[in-house]
């Protein structure tokens, strides 16, 4: 991209740059040169889904649904991304993503699937939905 003058700010469907999906996926360095700080990684390797979903289950908890359902949204996005899926799928297809998420998912990843889902199925109840 930078050899190629590409604009770097362009988002794609999810509305992510290059900076920031290079940065959901771990790759700070390269996060950096796109013109991010790394967003969204947090020390440690921790992944970038984490604080999103911790909200989400925060907010929920204090029967901010609305507000929940965004960051419980973002953070599939974020972990979708992660586990090498298109940002949207785990929100579009859970059933499929969890299915062909049981082998190439780490013990993490699957707990963080397990816990969005108990997550926004709260939410959806909460909704009426």
């Known amino acids: 991209l930078l050899a190629a003058s590409a604009d770097v700010t362009v988002r794609n469907a999810a509305g992510k740059t290059a900076a920031e999906l290079a940065a959901a996926n771990g790759m700070r360095e390269l996060a950096a040169k796109l013109g991010g700080e790394g967003a969204g990684v947090q020390p440690g390797g921790a992944s970038a889904w984490r604080g999103p979903l911790e909200a989400a289950e925060g907010l929920f908890a204090d029967a901010k649904l609305f507000d929940a359902l965004q960051k419980a949204n973002t953070a599939a996005e974020l972990l979708a991304l992660e ?3 298109e940002a949207s799928q785990l929100l579009k297809e859970p059933d499929a993503v969890a299915s062909a998420s049981q ?3 780490t013990p993490e990843q699957r707990e963080a699937l397990l816990r969005l889902s108990v997550c926004r199925g709260g939410i959806f109840d909460g ?3």
């Open 127 to 129: 909704l009426g939905a």
């Open 83 to 85: 586990l090498g899926l």
């Open 103 to 105: 082998e190439r998912a």
